[in-house]
């Protein structure tokens, strides 16, 4: 949602998205209507259409603005030479998540869209983990390419599990939990 928006704008656009949320964790995009969103958000369709073409359109345009915010994150920590710099990446990732829970829960969960899951795993390899074999001393190749699936859906997996578990724990305490298990593997949660 643009910050230049109308208030009232902004409280529509984010009434729709909560009902489009409800919906898709129940069945898949597919099978909802512009009629269903608009009544969960107590709107009627012609509001529904001034915003939107579709229920694709939508989902699009969500999904856009959630990878434009993530890569926006990514971005503004790329290049950097120390495993130090982990912690707050994925600390402000996980903020993200939180402030976008529900729309977050569903896009990476199991009515999600597979297009969706690959953008946000590309924007990871572009942006972030180019230099991790660097950062994190991991020889580049086949080797490396197996790291990167390997972190890439334990993270996805343990978001997921983070937001359908009703993220008892803060963003901060899961950056610090995925940051641990990214530099020390299964170490990071066995017991001393």
Same mark, same amino acid.
């Given at each position: 949602m643009a910050e230049g928006e109308d208030r009232r704008v902004r409280k529509t656009k984010k009434l729709m998205t909560k009902a489009l949320a409800e919906l898709l964790a129940q069945k898949p995009l597919s099978a909802i209507s512009v009629r269903e969103v608009a009544e969960l958000a107590d709107i009627n369709r012609g509001t529904f259409y001034l915003h939107y073409r579709d229920i694709y359109d939508m989902a699009r345009r969500l999904q856009d603005e959630m990878l434009e915010k993530f890569?926006?994150?990514?971005?503004?920590?790329?290049?950097?030479?120390?495993?130090?710099?982990?912690?707050?990446?994925?600390?402000?990732?996980?903020?993200?998540?939180?402030?976008?829970?529900?729309?977050?829960? %569903?896009?990476?969960?199991?009515?999600? /869209? @597979?297009?969706? #899951?690959?953008?946000l795993k590309n924007i %990871?390899?572009?942006?972030?983990?180019? /230099? @991790?074999?660097? #950062?994190l001393n991991i020889k580049s190749g086949g080797e490396f390419e197996y790291f990167y699936n390997y972190i890439v859906s334990g993270c996805i997996g343990v978001c997921a599990a983070w937001l359908s578990g009703g993220m008892k724990e803060t963003p901060a305490r899961m950056a610090s939990l995925v940051e641990r298990m990214i530099l020390n593997g299964v170490g990071a949660v066995a017991q001393a």
């Amino acid at each position: 949602m643009a910050e230049g928006e109308d208030r009232r704008v902004r409280k529509t656009k984010k009434l729709m998205t909560k009902a489009l949320a409800e919906l898709l964790a129940q069945k898949p995009l597919s099978a909802i209507s512009v009629r269903e969103v608009a009544e969960l958000a107590d709107i009627n369709r012609g509001t529904f259409y001034l915003h939107y073409r579709d229920i694709y359109d939508m989902a699009r345009r969500l999904q856009d603005e959630m990878l434009e915010k993530f890569d926006h994150i990514v971005k503004s920590h790329t290049g950097r030479e120390s495993s130090d710099e982990l912690f707050p990446l994925l600390s402000e990732l996980f903020a993200l998540l939180a402030e976008n829970a529900e729309l977050a829960g %569903v896009l990476i969960g199991k009515n999600g /869209d @597979a297009a969706f #899951m690959d953008k946000l795993k590309n924007i %990871v390899r572009e942006k972030c983990l180019a /230099d @991790a074999h660097i #950062m994190l001393n991991i020889k580049s190749g086949g080797e490396f390419e197996y790291f990167y699936n390997y972190i890439v859906s334990g993270c996805i997996g343990v978001c997921a599990a983070w937001l359908s578990g009703g993220m008892k724990e803060t963003p901060a305490r899961m950056a610090s939990l995925v940051e641990r298990m990214i530099l020390n593997g299964v170490g990071a949660v066995a017991q001393a």
